[in-house]
């Protein structure tokens, strides 16, 4: 297995996602309310946006030899659902969208949080489409394969505008909606919602792990 394809696989999604926490966390402790959530949603885009090199070159490979690599589209589902979405998602909706939502929020700052939402639910949907997808071709439907394509090249091109949305025109004025202790507070959920989705995760592969015969 090529290096690009092993970075994705499932054992070291999770690394990722755990030293992500760790870093988080130690970087918490030692700068107090220097940090905020979304600088911690902000240092997660820059990885979402190495998905799109390998997923590229995965296009070209399905272009060329009329095949797909199975494992590969099932490593990068996997990324995306639980690192692109749960994760990350899971972070954006369920604290900063949510927070934001109490708020009275200007006209423009309310239709970008609109889009973005709509957005997280297209990528959603396109995974999911991805996945029925390469079952199907795995059961002999070579039509199948036009349609991973269209759906990887839809995620890799919606990606880069909405991580640029959020970063560079959201991000940053949705913080003077929330005072300073607020924003420490959201801060501090965010690495709640961390620690429980790692100790979410692993509880279950442990438990897998331990039941084996
Ligand atoms: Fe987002
Ligand atoms: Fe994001």
């Avoid at 030293?19 to 988080?24: K, L, M, T």
């Avoid at 130690?26 to 799109?52: C, D, Q, V």
């Avoid at 202790?181 to 790692?198: C, H, P, S, V």
Wanted: with cysteine.
């Amino acid at each position: 297995m090529s290096y690009r394809k092993q970075l994705f696989t499932y054992t070291n999604i999770s690394k990722i996602i755990t030293i992500h926490y760790i870093y988080c966390l130690f970087h918490g402790k030692l700068e107090g309310s220097g940090l905020e959530l979304i600088g911690l949603l902000m240092k997660e885009h820059r990885l979402i946006e190495k998905i799109g090199t390998p997923i590229e070159t995965e296009l070209k490979y399905i272009l060329h030899q009329n095949k797909v690599h199975t494992s590969f589209i099932y490593d990068a589902i996997d990324f995306f659902r639980t690192y692109v979405d749960r994760f990350h998602h899971g972070k954006e909706e369920n604290i900063l969208f949510l927070e934001l939502k109490k708020k009275e929020l200007e006209p423009m700052h309310h239709q970008i949080l609109t889009e973005l939402e709509e957005e997280h639910k297209i990528a959603r949907r396109t995974v999911e489409k991805i996945y029925i997808d390469i079952d199907r071709w795995r059961n002999g439907d070579n039509q199948a394969l036009t349609s991973i394509s269209v759906n990887l090249k839809k995620l890799i091109e919606l990606y880069p505008g909405h991580i640029e949305k959020e970063d560079k025109h959201f991000f940053f004025p949705c913080q003077n909606y929330f005072t300073r202790e607020e924003r420490e507070k959201i801060l501090q959920a965010g690495y709640n919602f961390n620690q429980e989705f790692t100790y979410i995760n692993y509880k279950d592969r442990i438990n897998t792990l331990l039941e084996y015969k």
